[in-house]
């Protein structure tokens, strides 16, 4: 059974630090390219990083750049997100998503997400 798990949300203060983490299990991580989304509240869901299958070539969406890494550790078939610098502005449930490549329209399986609240 295809299954994307995220944890590490939580409460954090603005200038904090977070680390998010999608663990998949029933197939095999590294072959699939593994976005970021995330939906604040009112807003529309949107793609903020993406890591690509083999070359794991990274994309960022300029809101997140700098302040975000995303990374792959392949032995734990775990995709990370590294979130420094946080914002009040990035408050939002973090979801997880596969697919054949980076194209954010393109995902075929989904996380249940992870919420974040940056707030002091």
């Known amino acids: 059974q295809v299954q994307l798990v995220e944890s590490g949300g939580g409460l954090v203060q603005p200038g904090g630090s977070l680390r998010l983490s999608c663990a998949a299990s029933?197939?095999?991580?590294?072959?699939?390219?593994t976005a970021w989304f995330r939906q604040a509240p009112g807003k529309e869901r949107e793609g903020i990083s993406c890591i690509s299958s083999s070359d794991g070539i990274v994309y960022y969406t300029d809101s997140v750049k700098g302040r975000f890494t995303i990374s792959r550790d392949n032995a734990k078939n775990t995709v990370y997100l590294q979130m420094n610098s946080l914002k009040p502005e990035d408050t939002a449930v973090y979801y997880c998503?596969?697919?054949?490549?980076?194209?954010?329209?393109?995902?075929?399986?989904w996380g249940k997400g992870t919420l974040v609240t940056v707030s002091s």
């Open positions: 998503a596969t697919g054949s490549g980076c194209n954010y329209h393109g995902m075929a399986y």
């Open positions: 029933g197939f095999t991580l590294p072959y699939y390219g």
